[in-house]
């Protein structure tokens, strides 16, 4: 059976590790820049992803914290204790009715078996409209559960399950410092000790490249899914 549970408040330790290595374990479909398991810049992009969704659940419950809530799945009868999947989000500013989806995944052993669209349900429930981003091949799982194309954000495409007041945004972690953060500088180091200068300088121009690929595959997809309706 396919339990539940809320967190408002501190998130425990325990669970906060599970939350970021399962987050760590799916870096290419989470990650803005989709780095491939076999790309040279992999560790360093699993590291600032677990940063971030640390900083994330850290601030849950804290003061100034943005007030934002994770939802978390188990399968008590099959896996007692281990995390199947969760979803992170926050309030838009000033709101109580509407939320950004921060994170989201579930474990691929228990794919299509409806436990992230019930995450989804379950946060509908607290917070009616949502707003979330997501690569353009996820476009249709989110439009099975409700969701909208509304415009193209970065390398992805920017969904809601209702429109929010133009004045209401989701609070933003500064994550500008984690670049000198010495997990960061040693995964560097080890990249260039493992690969070589010239592979990982190659490796940062093939990034740049892909993320530029994914933006325009953004935008020429809700440009062709909304036509005229679309943002200028």
Known sequence: MIRFGLYNDAVPEALAQQIIGMSARYTTDLAMDACPPDHPLYPISQIYLQFEIHAYLSAIGQPGGGNGEVLVAFDDDEYPGLLIGFLLYMPLTGSQEHCGVNYGAVHEGFRGRGVYSALIYHMLQRYPS???????????????????????????????????????????????????????????????????????????????????????????????RLGSRAPA
């Open 130 to 224: 949502a707003t979330l981003t997501c690569f353009v091949e996820s476009v249709p799982l989110y439009e099975r559960l409700g969701f909208k194309v509304e415009l193209a954000r970065s390398s992805q495409v920017q969904m809601y399950s209702s429109p929010a007041p133009d004045d209401m945004g989701m609070p933003v972690m500064d994550m500008s410092r984690i670049k000198d953060h010495p997990a960061v500088i040693q995964a560097r180091k080890d990249a260039i000790a493992t690969y070589g200068v010239e592979v990982i300088d190659q490796a940062y121009r093939e990034a740049d490249e892909r993320i530029k690929a994914l933006c325009l595959k953004a935008e020429t997809y809700v440009a062709k």
